[in-house]
């Protein structure tokens, strides 16, 4: 399936200053700090003027109105992702393939962390299909995959769901594949915000291996655990 075949969304964890610099390799094509250098700039970026969790946030975090499953008006940015450690999923509760299986793994990861989802975890759904997919659609799609406190299901207006996935990274780089969203990447993405540290789970893999996952990043610099499943390296490396 091709939705389930692991892509680099983002391929590398950034703490701190060095957020800024990153952010492009982060949700998008990976270049290393050679070609980096050696690519040509039209732009004069004036980085002393802009924080590099502002720069993250104005490049790929749009602060669209979404509505959650409760019918609640929020704000992708200010509401939702602000402040927290986020784990983004986007789905469409017609899927019958990657959806159920990634949710459902989500739903155990939730319990694997221990009370922490809603805490200072937070999970984030977003429908792909905002033209069929309603608050009653992805309410009664939550209470049948077990999703608890801390989870919220969203949709919203196709255009700012589709700026969205974009500014995130989940797109395909051929245009008809892009188009389908059958064809959406089976990848999650963790963030701590205010850290500026963002990195991707396969959604596909093992819970026990996504929790800790999560986990490691929640706790960074320190090590995480769930389970006695423990992660080598807390870094995601570019090759």
């Known amino acids: 399936m091709a939705h389930l075949t ?5 391929t590398a964890t950034v703490t701190g200053v060095g957020a800024g610099l990153a952010s492009a390799s982060l949700f998008g094509k990976t270049l290393s700090p050679q070609a980096e250098l050696a690519r040509p700039h039209n732009h004069d970026y004036k980085f002393q003027n802009i924080s590099p969790r502002e720069l993250i946030r104005q490049r790929h975090l749009p602060n669209v109105r979404l509505v959650t499953m409760d019918g609640k008006n929020v ?3 200010d509401d939702l992702v602000k402040d927290r450690k986020v784990v983004i999923q986007f789905l469409f509760t017609r899927c019958r393939e ?3 299986i990634i949710t459902h793994h989500l739903a155990e990861v939730q319990r694997l962390l221990g009370g922490r989802v809603g805490r200072d975890i937070f999970f984030i759904s977003i429908t792909l ?4 997919d309603g608050p009653k659609q992805l309410k009664a799609f939550a209470r049948e995959h077990g999703a608890g406190k801390g989870w919220t299901f969203c949709t919203g ?3 700012d769901i589709l ?3 974009r500014s995130l990274g989940f797109t395909y780089e051929n245009p008809k594949e892009d188009a389908d969203r059958n064809n959406h990447t ?19 893999a093992l819970p026990t291996w996504i929790a800790t996952m999560i986990r490691t990043e929640a706790d ?3 090590m995480g655990a769930v389970n006695g499943v423990r992660l080598t390296d807390p870094t995601i490396h570019t090759n």
């Open 157 to 159: 207006k196709p255009g």
């Open 129 to 132: 299909s905002p033209e069929e």
């Open 98 to 100: 990657a959806c159920p």
């Open 163 to 165: 700026l969205l996935r």
């Open 6 to 10: 692991r892509r680099k969304l983002m």
């Open 220 to 222: 960074a610099p320190f």
């Open 186 to 204: 089976g990848m999650l993405l963790v963030g701590d915000e205010p850290l500026c540290r963002w990195a991707s789970a396969e959604g596909g």
């Open 75 to 77: 704000r992708f940015y």
